[in-house]
């Protein structure tokens, strides 16, 4: 029997994808627990490869999600807790309107909790993943550890986003992870290295928060994200401390900064700074939080020697990174910005303090005579001590990503300090702008100039000769026997190779200029075959590679033609002063 043929839109395309409309009926949700629990899953709207049979010949765009993702959700459970979220709102809504306080009270305090923790162990199997998908949970939580009280968002997500990013950043000075730092416009840059995994989020700056409308920015969807972050923050702290052999929750050593009069209660960040100054409690006293070395394994007759030395380079490199700062102590001035600067120091070996009548958690006076270093943003100062260096901020990150301690003379008290420049770009990636201060000093060497065609001279010029002294031996020895036909065959022998010698002599080659606007000329050429050649389902792709090429080299020309303005603004400036 021939089966029953199907009808259309029932296969393919038309069947695998799903509008927004339906899928809100399949589920039985709202539209806000539809995008709450898409958030919290990861599912994302797809785009079709034929929008007209994804929505089965319907115009205009749509939403589509995938049918699989769909039927992923309906199994979820947290679909119930939704519903029965939705269920309690009702309730609760219900007595306020009928002023029942007792039922309101109850209905409180059995409030409906979602607990998130095995959507994060479905998502993330193992530790590796977790510490891979990173970079944006630290990012926000980071951003809404600075907010104040907010009408829209919940002042214990707040505190609680502050708590776990004051604990991640004691697990990275712990265990030395912190590789580069770059200061921008959006706030401190900051890359680490946990479990062989680069980690990068950015802080912003410590400003006056300025309230935003709720049509620029929705707080809700960004308040659901921070909700699945924190509980897979608070994993990956656990973790990391426990493989640091450390206490979690953390406890901190008793420093003294308890002290009544020296609290500073108008700014929460200053605990937060304290906290950072303050050396963790290891779980086993016996051991102290160091990390492990790790040595690189050996294989013999593996035929990869260059690589292994060049990741033994890199490792002493990092190693010698690690402790950049230790045995050095640095006292922060008012005006400089702690808690960046703390973060980086302690994370290299430093110790730091500041003045403890304005902030708590000081661990030393400025009067010290040990302190090393003073990190200083002003041009003058009217006390200064002899036993240490005035330095301004910039030295300290510029000495991280140069993975050695710079001079101190182009960073003094009131010197102008040398771009601050990003770490983060590849110097030998093609079509990138290089300020003229990150290109690389060439050294041009001379060359030894080797006149092979010499050599080759002088080599045949000898073998001639032994040649002619074998045949003048052998004439030598035959003396008298030799007759005189034979000498006579000798002497043609000995015309024939001198011939033959002057013959075949190396002479020094002409050397022909081709025009350059030649070579220039054959060049296009063969670039316009190379181009015929593509394939005809290539040259779209390859239209717009062209297309970004492009692009990229009208950037560079203007960052080029900016950076020649701006040296030229700056040398007159400089003309006019003297």
Not at 546 to 559: D, F, T
Request: aromatic share 10%.
């Amino acid at each position: 029997m021939v089966g029953q043929r199907k009808k259309k839109y029932e296969s393919g395309e038309g069947a695998q994808f799903m509008s927004r409309k339906a899928v809100l009926k399949k589920l039985q949700l709202s539209l806000n627990s539809f995008r709450r629990l898409c958030i919290l899953k990861g599912i994302y709207p797809r785009e079709p490869r034929n929008r007209k049979r994804a929505q089965q010949g319907k115009t205009g765009i749509k939403i589509l999600y995938h049918k699989k993702d769909i039927q992923f959700l309906l199994h979820e459970p947290i679909i119930w807790k939704l519903r029965d979220y939705k269920i309690f709102n009702k309730k609760l809504n219900k007595a306020k309107s009928l002023n029942d306080h007792s039922k309101i009270k109850w209905y409180l305090s059995n409030h409906v909790s979602i607990k998130l923790d095995h959507i994060v162990k479905e998502r993330y199997p193992t530790f590796i993943d977790a510490l891979r998908d990173l970079d944006d949970c630290l990012t926000l939580c980071f951003l809404f550890g600075t907010f104040p009280s907010l009408a829209h968002i919940p002042r214990d997500q707040t505190l609680l986003c502050r708590r776990l990013v004051v604990e991640f950043m004691h697990a990275v000075i712990a265990a030395k992870a912190l590789r580069k730092v770059f200061i921008s416009i959006k706030g401190y840059y900051y890359q680490a290295e946990i479990k062989g995994q680069t980690i990068t989020w950015i802080v912003p700056h410590n400003f006056c928060f300025e309230p935003q409308k709720k049509s620029e920015i929705d707080f809700i969807v960004m308040s659901t994200f921070v909700e699945f972050y924190t509980v897979l923050l608070g994993f990956v702290n656990f973790k990391l401390y426990h493989s640091l052999n450390l206490y979690y929750p953390p406890k901190l050593n008793d420093i003294g900064c308890h002290d009544k009069e020296l609290v500073d209660e108008e700014a929460f960040v200053s605990e937060r700074i304290a906290a950072l100054t303050a050396p963790l409690i290891s779980s086993n006293s016996d051991r102290t939080v160091e990390e492990e070395e790790c040595q690189i394994d050996q294989f013999s007759n593996t035929g990869e020697t260059d690589q292994l030395e060049a990741t033994k380079v890199e490792a002493a490199k990092i190693d010698k990174l690690k402790i950049l700062f230790k045995g050095l102590k640095f006292f922060i001035n008012r005006e400089v910005p702690r808690e960046p600067l703390v973060f980086v120091l302690r994370c290299f070996g430093a110790e730091v303090s500041w003045d403890k009548t304005l902030f708590i958690g000081a661990t030393f006076d400025e009067n010290d005579e040990t302190i090393t270093h003073q990190i200083i943003d002003r041009p003058s100062i009217d006390k200064q001590y002899i036993s240490r260096y005035y330095v301004q901020p910039q030295w300290v990150f510029d000495s991280v990503n140069a993975r050695e301690r710079l001079p101190v003379e182009k960073y003094l008290m009131g010197v102008t300090l040398p771009p601050h420049l990003s770490p983060f770009t590849d110097d030998q990636h093609d079509q990138v702008y290089i300020p003229p201060e990150a290109r690389p000093s060439v050294e041009i060497g001379v060359q030894n100039k080797n006149d092979h065609g010499e050599g080759i001279v002088h080599d045949e010029e000898e073998e001639e000769e032994e040649v002619e002294e074998n045949i003048a031996e052998e004439t030598e020895d035959t003396g008298d026997e030799m007759s005189s036909h034979k000498k006579k065959k000798t002497k043609k022998i000995k015309k024939k190779l001198e011939k033959l010698n002057k013959e075949m002599k190396v002479k020094a080659g002409e050397i022909t200029v081709e025009p350059q606007w030649d070579a220039q000329r054959k060049e296009r050429q063969e670039y316009r075959l190379r181009e015929k050649m593509i394939k005809k389902k290539h040259r779209n792709l390859y239209k717009s590679m062209m297309q970004g090429r492009e692009k990229r080299a009208k950037e560079i020309w203007l960052l080029r033609k900016k950076r020649r303005l701006h040296d030229t603004a700056e040398d007159s400036c400089t003309k006019t002063n003297e």
